[in-house]
């Protein structure tokens, strides 16, 4: 994975946490969850809307509700400043078999704007910034 990709990644806790509207939007949202990006595995700890935790693998034994992983490539494309079909969203990325979902799903439904936006967050770095 590129030095570029696992910068923005990493600036997820930023991202989300100045944005006082997204925060909103998950405020009812605590649980943990495991993003793969390529072979990296991610921890998110959310609590009230904020990530409070993003701790890089590998893991021994860590529990999540639920997991999205894919390859770097395919989350490189859908944090362009304007993705291209097929990895404009997070269920386009899974229909296309760019990424996969996995565990208890419910919290993600349940709040799937929320995590959409989350997931999404680095494409505003797309720019360089």
């Known amino acids: ?5 696992i910068e923005r990644w990493e600036r997820l806790p930023e991202l989300v946490n100045a944005d006082a509207r997204l925060v909103h939007r998950g405020r009812l949202v605590t649980l943990e ?28 034994v860590r529990s999540w509700r639920f997991a999205v992983r894919g390859p770097a ?9 304007v ?3 097929h990895f404009h969203d997070l269920f ?8 996969t979902i996995e565990g208890d799903v419910q919290p993600l439904m349940a709040n799937l704007f929320y995590f959409k936006d989350v997931l999404a967050a680095p494409r505003r770095l797309a720019g360089g910034h």
């Open 33 to 60: 969850a495991l993003i793969g990006i390529g072979e990296h595995a991610y921890h998110v700890g959310i609590e009230r809307g904020r990530i409070a935790a993003l701790l890089r693998g590998p893991f021994l």
């Open 83 to 85: 993705p291209e079909p």
């Open 92 to 99: 386009a990325l899974a229909k296309a078999g760019h990424l």
């Open 1 to 5: 994975m590129s030095e570029i990709l």
């Open 73 to 81: 490539e395919s989350w490189r494309r859908h944090w362009e400043a």
